[in-house]
Nanobody, 116 residues
Framework: QVQLVESGGGLVQAGGSLRLSCVAS????????MGWYRQAPGKQELVAGI??????NYADSVKGRFTISRDNVKNTLYLQMNSLKPDDTAVYYC???????????WGQGTQVTVSS
């Protein structure tokens, strides 16, 4: 059974940092490209992706502020978020990354709220 469990969200002031985690089970994590996605009212986007080999890509809106990484031993995906802005407020989800993004059932996500 595939399960993606996100954690680490919270309420933070603008300029602050958070580290999100996603533990994956039921998938061949190490050979999957993975990604972090976020959903806010009227907007959904791929925030960052990481290939099985560790190559990364980022949305322009988060470049230089967010860092995606993975631990294939722990089957865990991470997103380090620095210099947070109110526009980063959203529910963050992990799933398979491009080119076959969103292949798996979505988890519950983790809420990130950035106050100004």
């Amino acid at each position: 059974q595939v399960q993606l469990v996100e954690s680490g969200g919270g309420l933070v002031q603008a300029g602050g940092s958070l580290r999100l985690s996603c533990v994956a089970s039921g998938i061949a994590f190490s050979i999957n490209a993975m990604g972090w996605y976020r959903q806010a009212p009227g907007k959904q986007e791929l925030v960052a992706g990481i290939s099985s080999g560790g190559s990364t890509n980022y949305a322009d809106s988060v470049k230089g502020r967010f860092t995606i990484s993975r631990d294939n031993v722990k089957n865990t995906l991470y997103l380090q978020m620095n210099s947070l802005k109110p526009d980063d407020t959203a529910v963050y989800y992990c799933n398979s990354g491009p080119p076959f993004g969103g292949r798996y059932p979505w988890g519950q996500g983790t809420q990130v709220t950035v106050s100004s």
